[in-house]
């Protein structure tokens, strides 16, 4: 802490840091958000916060954080706080530290003038909340995503998958992930989804990289299967699971490639890339 006041944050627009973090979730927001007002108040910073309330979890998920202010130092400061200090609670109601967080960026934005990208959508697209961070511009939802990908694109970013939106209308981008998650079948039955599976699982049949597929950083679909892979019960298995995953009918998908191997590739029948990775992002 003892950073720069908040009125001297201005004082010299052409000394400007910032940085963008990504918090994996927030399991009680209102109490973590009143350490970052905290914090945020203490370094004289700005900016806005980015997340998702999937209806699965209920909690804050994918975080972004964005922070401007006057010196390098009061982001140092802040990020210090915010790895050192408890903020949040566990799935067991306890207070924990956060230990799910990267830096995208942190650096100088000396003469870049405002308005930053995630004010230029008008009052009436923000969602603030006086009661957490009066400083900080909330939004939530993929209606506002286009904020967070020039927010990200300004700090020369390339935005996850989930967030690339198509033009300006929202939505998600065509294309696949960085690794070819899933792509397009050339005869255009549907498309092909790139899967890792670990048979004989102890804690059921589950995807378990669903957080890395909505941040865009995996280059398959991780699952968990837990029939034995005898006779072919476990991709049968496998694909009953990801048909579920994506709510399409059993018969839908199809091992392709890899039947005898734990790095497959799998035939999903009816759906183009860009939907298979909607459904993946938006239920995962």
Excluded at 27 to 34: G, H, L, R, V
Excluded at 87 to 97: A, I
Excluded at 213 to 236: F, Q, S, W, Y
Aim: charged share 25%; with cysteine; aromatic share 6%.
């Amino acid at each position: 802490g003892g950073g720069a006041a908040k009125g001297e944050a201005g004082a010299d627009d052409d000394e400007r840091a910032a940085a963008v973090l990504l918090i994996d979730h927030m399991n009680d927001s209102s109490a973590y958000c009143k350490k970052l007002r905290e914090w945020a108040k203490q370094e004289g910073l700005e900016g806005a916060v980015f997340f998702r309330i999937p209806e699965k979890s209920g909690r804050w998920e994918d975080v972004f954080l964005v922070l401007v202010g006057a010196s390098d130092a009061n982001l140092a400061s802040f990020i210090g706080n915010l790895r050192t200090h408890h903020v949040d609670k566990n799935s067991k109601g306890l207070k924990c530290k956060e230990r799910k967080s990267d830096v995208f960026f942190r650096g100088s934005i000396s003469g870049q003038d405002g308005p930053w990208p995630w004010r230029q959508l008008g009052d009436g697209a923000r969602r603030s909340k006086s009661d957490l961070l009066p400083e900080f511009d909330y939004m939530a939802d993929v209606a506002l995503q286009p904020a967070l990908v020039a927010t990200l694109r300004f700090f020369g970013l390339d935005p996850p998958l989930p967030f690339v939106c198509a033009g300006d209308e929202g939505g998600f981008a065509s294309g696949g992930s960085a690794g070819m998650l899933a792509r397009d079948c050339n005869k255009g039955r549907g498309c092909f989804l790139s899967v890792t599976a670990k048979p004989n699982a102890k804690g059921g049949s589950q995807v378990t990289n669903g957080s890395e597929i909505r941040r865009g950083l995996a280059d398959c679909l991780r699952a968990d299967v837990a029939t034995a892979p005898k006779d072919g019960e476990a991709n049968k298995e496998l694909c009953s699971l990801i048909a579920s995953v994506l709510k399409v009918p059993r018969g839908s998908v199809s091992v392709a490639r890899g039947g005898t191997s734990r790095d497959k590739e799998l035939l999903v029948e009816g759906l183009q890339a860009a939907e298979v990775m909607k459904r993946l992002t938006d239920g995962q």
